[in-house]
């Protein structure tokens, strides 16, 4: 147990490293003044040679990676030129309502995909499977900007239902949110009817089955229960990709979360703002990856002894 | 010998009678999965046919010039007169831009694909061929990339180092290469416990002769089939990165910038986002759907080593 927890955790802080090294050499590598671009186009020759001095410029690369990691540690990535303010701050009170539109979506996702995929696991390959089968296929091809662009006009212009932009109320939630939920209902419930899909087939159901057990408890008691742990592990790395989605999702929204604050960093090349950004999402994930690895104990009592390992 | 015997046999079985009709057969789950994944082939490779064909042709095809503008012929609805598409808000044709556009989309996918699926097979095969540090390296990279939101981090590259065409190749490849990788090292493992493996050990071949020339034949088909659908994803990145203005610049048309730009003229003219959106949505789905009906018949018949 304690070396499942620990190793877990040298994982992610190794990706978190890996994350903050990229970045460094990044900047490093990119054409022109690094100190130019962290100071902006604004900045005058002699604010240019004070970050230079500040950055350590000079000094050979291994300092400047050692101030680096110093001025991240203290929470300093530089200031956004485009806010005039530090680029940690202004990405962190953006940050919420970029998790809470996540969050909302995954839920949704889950109430969702969850029943579907273990329809679709035991209808498997009927016609009537085969068509949602596609259906799911379409969910996860689509844009996402385009969904919500598409979800907009219908719902917000042609038939005013829900406000087309904003985070003023509830309604306002509702286009975002399923935006963003259908690309995870179609990856969610295809994993789930895979892997409810093995499980139905497996030996030890036939077994139960055979000395009588209800359908519905195989389903869900048994088939279901031994498919949440890679369902889960997936869920755990699918978050990374649904930021991803979100932060697409948000810039047609108009959302006030990261999405808008990162194109419009893009626009203003405002580097401090997009590394805020980089390196916010990507602890949150890491984070979020490492919360769930840890609730594994909590389902598979094979983990807390250690006789498997979670890959 | 064999031949005399069997055919009287043959004969005989089908005129006996048997519980096993045409109809039980035909129901059976295993032609049922097979019908499925004739039926994904058959309408995914449609389906891509339908957008790919034209892309390529588009220089054939007689289209009007991409970003011939034309004041007169703004905002022309779909099936208009020589603007099966329609015009933008510039006059320019939008099935000629959609299909430009698809050019520099498709030359970006499959490039992409191509870098991220030869690193992803080199990787991944020698991590799990070799093991030891070789495969805690890989491995843990893999790990560390799949667990991040790349697509932050795909914007500061962009950012950082202008938006040409092999910046955004290079970053679609680099955003990819994971999953060829853990594919590859996952199967390579379980090969490389077979029997002819140990064969070639006895016989003296070096062990990359082994791993290249009858290791990786053995597993490349369902890795190829896995590089086809990161076609598909790599196709939907291109475009969410133009769509967040770090595509390819103008003077390339790109799918992601028609619709864009369009987004704001959605309420009077609803063409120019809706059909470049649903002709990214045709080729993805064909291609997911042919990668799909591929991936369960390869799994088919590499039977239950999978």
């Known amino acids: 147990m304690l070396t499942y927890v620990s190793k877990r955790l040298g994982q992610s802080l190794l990706t978190i490293f890996l994350t903050v090294s990229t970045v460094f050499v990044l900047i490093r590598m990119a054409p022109g003044d690094p100190a130019y671009a962290l100071a902006g186009p604004l900045a005058s020759t002699g604010d240019l040679e004070k970050i230079r001095i500040s950055m350590g410029l000079n000094e050979p690369l291994l300092t400047q990676y050692g101030i680096f990691l110093k001025d991240l540690g203290a929470g300093n990535i530089g200031k956004s030129y485009s806010f005039q303010a530090p680029a940690l701050e202004v990405v962190m009170s953006r940050l919420p309502n970029t998790i809470f539109l996540a969050v909302l979506a995954i839920l949704l996702a889950i109430v969702v995909a969850i029943p579907l995929g273990v329809w679709m696991a035991k209808r498997a390959d009927t016609k009537r499977e085969l068509g949602v089968n596609v259906l799911t296929i379409a969910g996860q091809s689509m844009p996402d900007f385009w969904i919500g662009i598409m979800l907009l006009t219908l719902f917000a212009v042609v038939f005013p239902i829900f406000p087309s932009s904003g985070f003023t109320s509830w309604s306002g939630v509702v286009l975002p949110v399923t935006t963003v939920a259908i690309l995870q209902i179609a990856l969610v419930s295809r994993m789930v009817r895979r892997e409810v899909g093995t499980n139905m087939a497996a030996p030890y159901l036939t077994v139960a089955r055979a000395r009588g057990t209800g359908e519905q408890k195989l389903t869900w008691a048994y088939a279901m229960r031994n498919s949440s742990i890679p369902i889960l592990t997936t869920l755990g790395t699918r978050f990374a990709g649904m930021l991803n989605g979100v932060v697409v999702v948000e810039v047609v929204f108009n959302w006030p979360g990261l999405g808008s604050l990162v194109v419009r960093a893009l626009e203003t090349r405002d580097y401090p703002l997009i590394q805020a950004t980089v390196l916010v999402t990507s602890v949150l994930a890491v984070g979020v990856q490492l919360l769930i690895d840890l609730c594994y104990p909590l389902l598979d009592p094979r983990v807390r002894l250690g006789k498997v390992s979670v890959a | ?306």
């Open chain 2, 1 to 306: 010998m064999s031949t005399v015997n069997e055919i009287p046999l043959a004969a005989e079985s089908m005129k006996r009678p048997t519980a096993v009709t045409k109809r039980l057969l035909r129901r059976s789950s295993a032609a049922r999965r097979e019908r499925s994944a004739k039926v994904k082939i058959v309408l995914g490779a449609f389906l891509t046919a339908v957008v790919v064909l034209p892309i390529i042709l588009a220089q054939v095809l007689p289209l009007p010039d991409v970003d011939a503008q034309a004041i007169t012929s703004r905002f022309l609805p779909p099936f208009s007169p020589g603007h099966l598409f329609g015009t933008d808000q510039l006059g320019r044709d939008i099935l000629s831009r959609v299909l430009h556009g698809g050019q520099v989309s498709l030359t970006i996918g499959v490039l992409a694909v191509v870098i991220s699926g030869l690193v992803g097979v080199v990787l991944g095969a020698l991590a799990g061929f070799f093991g030891g540090w070789v495969d805690a390296v890989v491995s843990r990279l893999i790990e560390a990339q799949l667990s991040l939101p790349l697509l932050m981090m795909l914007l500061l590259v962009v950012a950082l180092f202008g938006p040409s065409i092999p910046v955004i190749t290079f970053v679609i490849a680099i955003a990819q290469w994971p999953e060829p990788a853990r594919l590859t090292r996952s199967l390579v493992l379980v090969e490389r416990e077979k029997p002819y493996v140990q064969a070639a050990k006895v016989l003296g071949l070096p062990q990359i002769t082994t791993l290249v020339k009858h290791v990786i034949p053995n597993v490349i088909n369902q890795v190829i089939v896995v590089v086809l659908l990161l076609l598909a994803t790599a196709v939907l990145m291109e475009s969410a990165l133009s769509f967040l203005g770090a595509g390819p610049q103008r003077p390339f048309a790109t799918w992601g910038r028609i619709i864009s730009d369009g987004q704001d003229f959605i309420t009077t003219s609803w063409w120019i986002v809706t059909l470049p959106g649903a002709v990214i949505a045709i080729l993805v789905v064909g291609v997911n759907l042919l990668a799909d009906g591929l991936r369960d018949r390869v799994r088919r018949r590499k039977g239950a080593a999978s």
